[in-house]
């Protein structure tokens, strides 16, 4: 079945911690995406990708980095000067350029502090 | 960035028909309407998208104003695993496409 696969579901991180959350794809989608969602609010848009070996921040990008390196998968770390990473990370991918077309969503990673 | 307004709650009884209104006052002419659902603890699952025209698919139905200033999602006949909370999304033009989710509006189904 074609989908968005994203890994661990559960992920907890010790201070100073960097940690990566999986993201892959097998809908040959060009453009992915990470977002965060906090308890009660809706998504926020961290860094989002349009092409192999390229990314751009979105509106919270502090603290985060990703890659891009295969058409498949997005990782994203979360880094240790992320300073209040507990939240439900979303990863999502659509098709580049055709603008009504709709994004797909994974089932997400929580995150915690431990 | 054309925004979205929604109540932030409703009820429905299960079976009925579900009208879950959504207001984009400020939406410009080549932007879309689109609707996801969120189930809890789960990612967003698209349900339907429109510019101007009524559409319909397997989930539901999008009825969108004349003046497009506001739209309508319609589940025909609700059921107990459509509790879940709605995002009435105006799609941000930028080269990525990326959409802005507000709080939605819960909906909750009632046996």
């Known amino acids: 079945d074609g989908g968005i696969t994203q890994s661990p579901k559960y992920l907890f991180r010790k201070e100073g911690q960097n940690v990566t959350l999986s993201c892959e794809q097998n809908?040959?989608?060009?453009?992915m995406y990470w977002y965060r969602q906090d308890p009660g609010q809706g998504l926020r848009l961290i860094y989002y990708?349009?092409?192999?070996?390229?990314?751009q921040k979105g509106d919270i990008a502090e603290g985060y980095s990703v890659s891009r390196e295969k058409k498949e998968s997005f990782p994203l770390t979360v880094t240790s000067a992320q300073k209040n990473p507990t939240a439900f990370y979303l990863c999502?991918?659509?098709?580049?350029?055709?603008?009504?077309?709709?994004?797909?969503f994974g089932d997400g990673t929580r995150l915690s502090i431990l | 960035d054309a925004k979205t307004t929604q109540p932030t709650s409703m009820d429905c009884a299960e079976g009925r028909a579900a009208n879950l209104p959504c207001n984009h006052s400020?939406?410009?002419?080549?932007?879309?309407v689109y609707w996801y659902r969120q189930i809890h603890s789960q990612g967003p699952q698209y349900i339907i998208h429109?510019?101007?025209n009524n559409e319909t698919n397997e989930m539901a139905s999008l009825i969108i104003t004349e003046d497009r200033k506001s739209s309508t999602l319609i589940l025909p006949h609700a059921t107990l695993r459509d509790t879940a909370v709605y995002y009435c999304?105006?799609?941000?033009?930028?080269?990525?496409?990326?959409?802005?989710f507000g709080t939605g509006t819960r909906l909750t189904v009632i046996p």
């Open positions: 999502a991918s659509s098709t580049y350029g055709a603008g009504n077309q709709p994004q797909h």
């Open positions: 809908l040959n989608h060009d453009a």
């Open positions: 990708s349009q092409i192999v070996n390229d990314f």
């Open positions: 400020t939406i410009s002419g080549n932007e879309y």
């Open positions: 429109g510019l101007k």
């Open positions: 999304i105006v799609r941000v033009e930028t080269g990525a496409n990326n959409l802005f």
